[in-house]
């Protein structure tokens, strides 16, 4: 992440499930963009208070407009980058992305994204939940159907190519 880098967009209880065959099971995290990288967070150093509370409002917010280009006040350009120190999140430029796009599902919104880092292609599938099951893993229930279409657009406008 660079020192001058925004937040743009900053979404929190998504599941992201790999579209790749026989693969079973996905991972909850933070989806968010910033003005150079998209960032997918899944191991954060944000309490869980903060979590509980802003996942809340997160849903309300959502239910009222779709829009997801939204962000979330006790999470900043600071945090990210403490996060991205962990290898296990995913940090990729927009150049890295070869497809982008959206459907809308009986059960909810979904982003398809296919990027290619470090030389290998990953196909991941990412909805924001809003209801989970926690036992015996955590789960989500119930999705939200949400536009994922402002989103899609500012990585689109900033690529250096488009496919």
Do not use: C
Not at 12 to 32: A, Q, T
Not at 60 to 84: A, F, P, Q, V, W
Request: aromatic share 12%; proline share 2%.
């Amino acid at each position: 992440m660079y020192p001058d880098e925004k937040i743009q967009a900053h979404l929190v209880s998504v599941w992201r499930e790999s579209k790749k065959f026989f693969s079973v099971g996905g991972r909850e995290g933070m989806l968010v963009l910033t003005d150079k990288h998209l960032t997918f967070v899944h191991k954060t150093e944000s309490k869980i208070n903060w979590w509980k509370n802003i996942t809340q409002r997160q849903v309300i917010n959502l239910l009222r407009s779709k829009n997801t280009m939204i962000h979330h006040d006790g999470y900043g350009e600071k945090d990210l980058s403490n996060d991205l120190e962990n290898s296990k999140n995913i940090e990729l430029t927009f150049n890295d992305i070869d497809k982008i796009s959206f459907k809308e599902e009986i059960w909810g919104s979904a982003l398809h994204l296919e990027y290619e880092k470090d030389g290998k292609k990953e196909n991941f599938q990412y909805a924001i939940a809003q209801d989970w099951v926690k036992y015996p893993m955590k789960e989500p229930t119930k999705y939200l159907k949400v536009d994922w279409e402002p989103f899609i657009q500012y990585i689109k406008e900033r690529q250096n190519f488009t496919k």
